[in-house]
């Protein structure tokens, strides 16, 4: 009985670390809603340390980043000044987890495995040309027909379209090393693996959220969040998974490019927007 009590405070902690996400991300222009962010997050590392002392220390390790997160705009901004900033914060975000987890607590749960020497098998390869299809086919009606390619800059000149470029792609293999490989496998040593998934992937959404994906998007996010807490559970290779992201973020770069300047990339079949 105890055992389930336990069992039930730890979802809960850890739920409310997750659901703190949606609030400080997707409701960051309501006062209320960021109050209600930080609240639960207080909530949950109150309920963890109250009840398991390693689990509080593994959310803290999540927490603290969610925190860091919520003090920047997150939204595409493609200006030099705002790149520095919401990169250098982004990577904090990522690095100390996994100096805290490595040469702190020193049980390293934080890490970004690969898998040297042994090649990606038929299944792998077929789904990354899978990736690219679905990309293509999808991802210009979600931008298009939702108007979300608006809450991307229009890029003009070569220097912006190169920081675009880098841009959703820094993003994107960060969204990998932090919702998978720290949120993720942090709440994985303590939870099933479909607990430990929905929950990064509550955070994962919220986040693409606030960086443009909005409308239906979380439609088009949610899953591809919970497939990648799979494919990184079956694989075990970060090198995998960021491949997966970067091939559909060159086509969200793409995209975007072709929403905004049609006869640029005349390559995709849904027509572009309207005037």
């Known amino acids: 009985m105890n055992g389930l ?23 960051r222009e309501l006062p209320l809603s960021m109050g209600l962010g930080y609240a639960a997050l207080v909530a949950g590392l109150g309920i963890a340390f109250a009840t398991n002392r390693l689990l509080a220390r593994d959310l803290m390790l999540i927490a603290v980043p969610l925190i860091g997160i919520s003090l920047i705009s997150v939204e595409a901004n493609l200006e030099w000044g705002n790149i520095a900033l919401m990169g250098a914060v982004l990577a904090a975000c990522v690095v100390f987890p996994y100096v805290m ?9 934080v890490r970004f495995p690969g898998r ?26 979600f931008f298009i027909t939702s108007g979300s390619y608006q809450n991307w800059p229009a890029v003009e000149t070569p220097s912006e379209i190169a920081r675009l470029f880098v841009g959703v792609g820094f993003v ?15 709440l994985r040593r303590h939870f099933p693996f ?7 992937a509550i955070v994962f959404v919220s986040f693409l959220w ?25 694989s075990r290779s970060v090198y995998y998974i960021v491949t997966v992201h970067l091939l559909f973020d060159v086509v969200v770069f793409l995209v975007l490019v072709y929403a905004h300047h049609p006869t640029w990339l005349p390559i995709f079949l849904v027509g572009p927007p309207g005037p």
């Open 210 to 234: 606030e960086l443009g994906y909005r409308s239906w998007g979380p439609a088009l996010t949610l899953p591809f969040a919970l497939i990648q807490g799979w494919i990184f559970e079956k």
């Open 116 to 141: 040297p020497g042994e090649p990606w098998s038929r299944w792998e390869w077929t789904w990354l040309a899978a990736v690219l299809v679905l990309g293509y086919l999808i991802l210009p009606v």
């Open 194 to 200: 479909w607990i430990s998934n929905v929950l990064q």
């Open 5 to 27: 009590r336990t069992r039930v405070s730890d979802v809960l902690a850890a739920a409310l670390i997750a659901l703190s996400a949606p609030a400080l991300f997707i409701g």
């Open 101 to 109: 987890s490595r040469w702190v607590f020193r049980d390293h749960v």
């Open 172 to 186: 994107g293999i960060w969204d990998e090393l932090f919702f998978i490989c720290v949120v993720f496998a942090l």
